[in-house]
T-cell receptor, first 113, second 109 residues
């Protein structure tokens, strides 16, 4: 499989619970991005990594959100104490630095009830 | 004001029609420009990059006007399979993509 893989595809959780999503990028890609997309909106940038270093975080990424890429390969995005406003599609993308070829995963759709 | 603005539509057009989408961006430092296509509940996929000289890919033509900070996409001879949301995207030298809200196109028989 040469694409970007995201798990789970869907997640339903109760308000206040913690959730964690995983992204496996294309293996030779050193940059990994997280975006969030709500209904009727375009994807919004959350954060990105080059290898294991987190280079930028959006102000959208509140202190309840944390992302890691511990070995410069897969990444996890954790949301603590979920709120209904966190319901969205969480998209991961990867690319090589200096290359414009982003590849998006299929996303994880989160529903907070 | 959003950094990238698009008319959300929907644009409802018959098969064979020509349809044009427009987009404006606010940051004059924007360096790269793209149109992405997104099918319902799917991930965005690159449709085409946009260059100042204008570029064409089959039935699709993209134009960029840096002075007016304006990007366009023209689709000729629309097909049913063109029904999707078209996202206008800019990229600054920070290497993150800034998406517009998308314009929804519905092509009917």
């Amino acid at each position: 499989d040469t694409g970007v893989s995201q798990n789970p595809r869907h997640k339903i959780t109760k308000r206040g619970q913690n959730v964690t999503f995983r992204c496996d990028p294309i293996s030779e890609h050193n940059r990994l991005y997280w975006y969030r997309q709500t209904l009727g909106q375009g994807p919004e940038f959350l954060t990105y990594f080059q290898n294991e270093a987190q280079l930028e975080k959006s102000r959208l990424l509140s202190d309840r959100f944390s992302a890691e890429r511990p070995k410069g390969s897969f990444s996890t995005l954790e949301i603590q104490r979920t709120e209904q406003g966190d319901s969205a599609m969480y998209l991961c993308a990867s690319k090589m630095a200096g290359n414009y070829g982003y590849t998006f995963g299929s996303g994880t759709r989160l529903t907070v009830v | 004001r959003k950094e990238v603005e698009q008319d959300p539509g929907p644009f409802n057009v018959p098969e064979g029609a020509t349809v044009a989408f427009n987009c404006t961006y606010s940051n004059s430092a924007s360096q790269s420009f793209f149109w992405y296509r997104q099918d319902c509940r799917k991930e965005p996929k690159l449709l085409m990059s946009v260059y100042s000289s204008g570029n064409e890919d089959g039935r699709f033509t993209a134009q960029l006007n840096r002075a007016s900070q304006y990007i366009s996409l023209l689709i000729r001879d629309s097909k049913l399979s063109d029904s999707a949301t078209y996202l206008c995207v800019v990229n600054y030298n920070t290497d993150k993509l800034i998406f517009g809200t998308g314009t929804r196109l519905q092509v009917f028989p």
